[in-house]
């Protein structure tokens, strides 16, 4: 029986079979931000153990930092400081590569990764951050740990982990005006539940899925854990080889004919088998958004809120009335047109150069309604330096978004900025989880775009409808 693409590049990372299923895998890159990563650190130091190969290893300040203009290593979050010094006290100790912050490199740990060339499709690939399946759109086998088996593999360069199930979820047909990847994901999620992928990992395949850019991949990856699987990841073919040549850490002259000519032969054998299948028909797909406290909480923009009563079990009853609470929300209320108080544009699902292009698209000739606080926060200061080249920054300052440096900033609430209590805000995060942007802010997830229609609208809005 043939292999998976998941099956050759577990088969190609393994040191040892620990049997129950368990496996001793080779750690090809390790990547660290401040927020876990000095724990690592530390924590190898206070061992007495040194990083295995300390080339291979990176670290950015993402989580902590400010994205204010003008920003240093004094920020409003609680003990930021402490945490930015420790980890570059101790990334400069360890004699690891580090994007600090003032650093043209710097950014959110899963955009840079990929924009520097440090991910490569085939390499495995670990971070203490759960969106590190982002980067398996590049072909590889990338998924997030803990501080714990952070320095384990600091350390060793391998981790022992459980195999998962396989799992091939094919998006094909075409995708209609005003839908985009993050429709795509968020269809997936809404309509097989949050936990829909437990305890798989998933190759997305399909020919929409071939159609999308390689930073639109990015977006469908990253979401795979909020679908509660393990990662999830994409065939490499030439659009992967183009975004990646010319990277600065992407294999030059012959080594680069040798890593293309290997990356060709990383697809799923035709007769490769799945332990799950799911189909899904683009068609079907309409602009999306959240109106609960889970991203299992989907519904159609011009759509409804769904009555509990109608949930399909006992669990998802209750699950559903306190989201609606917490939400303030009704059974049957229009999802477009609930008046919103901000909206966010960042994250590492929804902020590299291609996601800000489509903004501006939407904003041309219009201005953010009156009331509402719009924020875009690039993903990296690669991306920020790309877009004002461009002009993005100033054509979304002056239709009234604040334009910041770049960070995860208020993709999650660490104890500083937030958007504040009760306050409804329409994100292109990847959580709404209860009190993710700040205490009691209740978040509605959606594409950059529909964040950007409906920043200008003062209100949940259709982008499909934008004039």
């Known amino acids: ?104 490199r710097q950014g959110i740990v899963h955009v840079v990764s990929a924009e520097q060339g440090i991910t490569l499709p085939g390499l495995t690939q670990v971070c203490p951050d759960s969106h590190t399946c982002t980067l398996g ?45 993050k429709d795509m994901i968020l269809h997936l999620i809404g309509e097989y539940t949050a936990s829909g992928g437990v305890g798989h990992a998933i190759e997305f395949a399909g020919s929409a899925i071939r159609a999308l ?57 035709d007769d490769a088998a799945y332990d799950k299948n799911i189909s899904i028909d683009c068609a079907d797909i309409v602009p999306k958004v959240t109106w609960g406290t889970s991203p299992g909480h989907t519904g159609q923009i011009d759509g409804v809120v769904p009555d509990p009563s109608e949930a399909p079990d006992a669990n998802a009853r209750s699950s559903w009335e306190r989201a609606l609470e917490y939400m303030d929300l009704k059974p049957g209320q229009p999802i477009e047109g609930v008046p919103i108080d901000a909206a966010f544009i960042g994250s590492c699902t929804n902020s590299r150069l291609s996601d800000l292009r489509e903004v501006v698209k939407v904003v041309d000739g219009h201005r953010v309604a009156d009331g509402v606080k719009a924020i875009v ?26 334009w910041r440096e770049s960070g995860c900033s208020m993709c999650f609430y660490a104890g500083g900025e937030s958007f504040g209590d009760q306050e409804r805000v329409i994100s292109s995060t990847n959580r709404n989880f209860e009190n993710r942007q700040g205490p009691r802010t209740r978040t509605h997830l959606a594409s950059p775009t529909s964040v950007a229609a409906s920043a200008i609208a003062g209100k949940i809005a259709d982008v499909r409808k934008l004039r």
Not at 152 to 178: C, E
Not at 379 to 399: F, Y
């Open 377 to 402: 926060v690039p993903g990296s200061s690669q991306v920020k330096l790309a877009a004002e080249a461009e002009g993005i920054d100033k054509a979304l300052i002056e239709a009234g978004f604040e």
């Open 1 to 104: 029986m043939g292999r998976t693409l998941i099956q050759k590049l577990w088969d190609a990372h393994t040191v040892a079979d620990l049997g129950d299923d368990a496996t001793l895998l080779y750690m090809d890159r390790v990547f660290l931000h401040e927020r876990t990563g000095s724990v690592s650190l530390k924590g190898l130091e206070a061992a007495g153990r040194k990083v295995r190969n300390p080339e291979q290893v990176f670290c950015t300040m993402d989580h902590i930092v400010d994205t204010l203009p003008g920003r240093g290593d004094e920020t409003i979050m609680p003990s930021g400081k402490d945490f930015i010094t420790t980890t570059r006290d101790a990334a400069n100790a360890a004699g690891i590569t580090l994007f600090d912050i003032g650093d043209d």
């Open 137 to 181: 759109a590049l072909g590889a086998l990338a998924w997030g740990i803990g501080s714990t088996e952070g320095e384990h593999a600091l350390a060793t360069k391998t981790l022992a982990v459980n195999k998962p199930k396989s799992m091939r979820v094919s998006f094909d047909g075409t995708l209609g005006f005003g839908v985009t990847a």
């Open 213 to 269: 850019p390689q930073e639109n991949r990015f977006t469908v990856c990253n979401m795979a854990v909020e679908f509660a699987a393990f990662t999830g990841l994409i065939p490499p073919d030439d659009t992967t080889i183009e975004y990646v040549h010319g990277r600065p850490y992407a294999p030059t002259g012959k080594t680069w004919d040798t890593a293309v000519e290997y990356w060709k032969t990383l697809q799923a054998d």
